[in-house]
Protein backbone atom coordinates (compact mmCIF):
# COMPACT_ATOMS: atom_id res chain seq x y z
CA UNK A 1 0.00 0.00 0.00
CA UNK A 2 0.98 3.80 -0.70
CA UNK A 3 -0.09 6.54 1.58
CA UNK A 4 0.14 10.38 0.45
CA UNK A 5 -0.55 13.49 2.22
CA UNK A 6 -0.73 16.67 0.95
CA UNK A 7 -0.54 19.89 2.68
CA UNK A 8 0.35 23.59 1.72
CA UNK A 9 -3.18 24.65 0.38
CA UNK A 10 -4.96 27.93 1.11
CA UNK A 11 -6.63 31.37 0.35
CA UNK A 12 -4.45 33.32 -1.83
CA UNK A 13 -5.24 36.35 -3.90
CA UNK A 14 -4.58 36.69 -7.92
CA UNK A 15 -1.15 36.81 -8.65
CA UNK A 16 0.24 35.21 -5.06
CA UNK A 17 2.18 32.20 -4.57
CA UNK A 18 1.86 28.87 -2.76
CA UNK A 19 3.78 25.55 -2.55
CA UNK A 20 1.92 22.50 -2.07
CA UNK A 21 3.68 19.37 -0.69
CA UNK A 22 2.57 15.88 -0.73
CA UNK A 23 4.81 13.04 1.62
CA UNK A 24 4.66 9.84 0.12
CA UNK A 25 5.52 6.37 2.09
CA UNK A 26 4.75 2.77 2.24
CA UNK A 27 5.85 0.15 -1.31
CA UNK A 28 7.09 2.68 -3.98
CA UNK A 29 9.27 0.28 -5.39
CA UNK A 30 7.40 0.03 -8.89
CA UNK A 31 7.04 3.88 -8.45
CA UNK A 32 5.75 4.53 -12.35
CA UNK A 33 4.82 8.58 -11.89
CA UNK A 34 3.31 10.91 -9.30
CA UNK A 35 1.96 14.70 -9.82
CA UNK A 36 -0.89 16.48 -9.39
CA UNK A 37 -4.16 16.83 -10.61
CA UNK A 38 -6.91 19.34 -9.66
CA UNK A 39 -10.68 19.68 -9.82
CA UNK A 40 -12.22 22.85 -9.80
CA UNK A 41 -16.00 23.37 -8.91
CA UNK A 42 -18.59 21.35 -11.18
CA UNK A 43 -15.86 20.10 -12.94
CA UNK A 44 -13.65 17.35 -14.25
CA UNK A 45 -10.27 16.30 -12.30
CA UNK A 46 -7.93 17.53 -14.71
CA UNK A 47 -3.78 16.41 -14.69
CA UNK A 48 -2.13 19.54 -14.17
CA UNK A 49 1.69 17.82 -13.51
CA UNK A 50 3.53 14.93 -13.48
CA UNK A 51 7.24 13.65 -12.97
CA UNK A 52 8.50 10.66 -14.29
CA UNK A 53 10.45 7.70 -12.43
CA UNK A 54 13.35 9.04 -14.11
CA UNK A 55 12.68 12.63 -13.21
CA UNK A 56 11.19 13.98 -16.62
CA UNK A 57 8.70 16.25 -16.05
CA UNK A 58 5.38 17.44 -17.95
CA UNK A 59 2.69 20.46 -17.25
CA UNK A 60 -0.23 21.01 -18.16
CA UNK A 61 -0.71 24.29 -21.09
CA UNK A 62 -2.72 25.85 -18.60
CA UNK A 63 -0.26 26.80 -16.12
CA UNK A 64 3.22 26.47 -18.11
CA UNK A 65 5.42 29.39 -16.77
CA UNK A 66 3.54 29.87 -13.85
CA UNK A 67 4.02 26.05 -11.69
CA UNK A 68 6.32 23.85 -11.14
CA UNK A 69 6.60 19.82 -10.33
CA UNK A 70 9.78 19.28 -8.15
CA UNK A 71 10.55 15.88 -6.01
CA UNK A 72 12.76 15.34 -3.62
CA UNK A 73 13.66 11.54 -3.00
CA UNK A 74 15.31 11.58 0.05
CA UNK A 75 12.00 13.62 1.79
CA UNK A 76 10.12 11.09 -0.34
CA UNK A 77 7.75 14.41 -1.26
CA UNK A 78 6.84 16.20 -4.57
CA UNK A 79 6.36 19.67 -4.78
CA UNK A 80 4.22 21.92 -6.66
CA UNK A 81 4.83 25.46 -6.91
CA UNK A 82 2.43 27.81 -8.07
CA UNK A 83 3.10 31.04 -9.15
CA UNK A 84 1.00 33.86 -10.77
CA UNK A 85 -2.21 32.17 -9.50
CA UNK A 86 -5.62 33.30 -11.39
CA UNK A 87 -8.99 32.71 -10.18
CA UNK A 88 -9.31 29.91 -12.74
CA UNK A 89 -6.75 28.07 -10.59
CA UNK A 90 -8.87 27.37 -7.64
CA UNK A 91 -9.56 23.88 -6.91
CA UNK A 92 -8.73 20.93 -4.87
CA UNK A 93 -5.90 19.45 -5.42
CA UNK A 94 -5.29 15.81 -5.77
CA UNK A 95 -1.53 14.27 -5.21
CA UNK A 96 -1.66 11.02 -7.33
CA UNK A 97 1.35 8.39 -7.29
CA UNK A 98 1.07 4.90 -9.85
CA UNK A 99 2.86 1.90 -9.14
CA UNK A 100 0.93 -0.78 -11.03
CA UNK A 101 -2.17 0.96 -9.59
CA UNK A 102 -2.79 4.23 -8.74
CA UNK A 103 -2.55 6.14 -5.38
CA UNK A 104 -4.84 9.54 -4.44
CA UNK A 105 -4.07 11.70 -1.65
CA UNK A 106 -7.18 13.42 0.36
CA UNK A 107 -7.01 16.80 -1.84
CA UNK A 108 -6.09 19.93 -0.41
CA UNK A 109 -8.07 22.93 -1.20
CA UNK A 110 -6.31 26.42 -2.95
CA UNK A 111 -9.08 29.09 -3.60
CA UNK A 112 -6.94 32.36 -5.93
CA UNK A 113 -9.62 35.52 -4.82
CA UNK A 114 -9.34 38.90 -3.89
Known amino acids: QVQLVESGGGLVQPGGSLRLSCVFS????????MGWYRQPPGKQRELVAS???????NVADSVKGRFTISRDNAKKTVYLQMNSLKPEDTAVYYC????????WGQGTQVTVSS
Open 51 to 57: VMSGGTT
Open 26 to 33: GDTFRLSS
Open 96 to 103: YLITTIRF
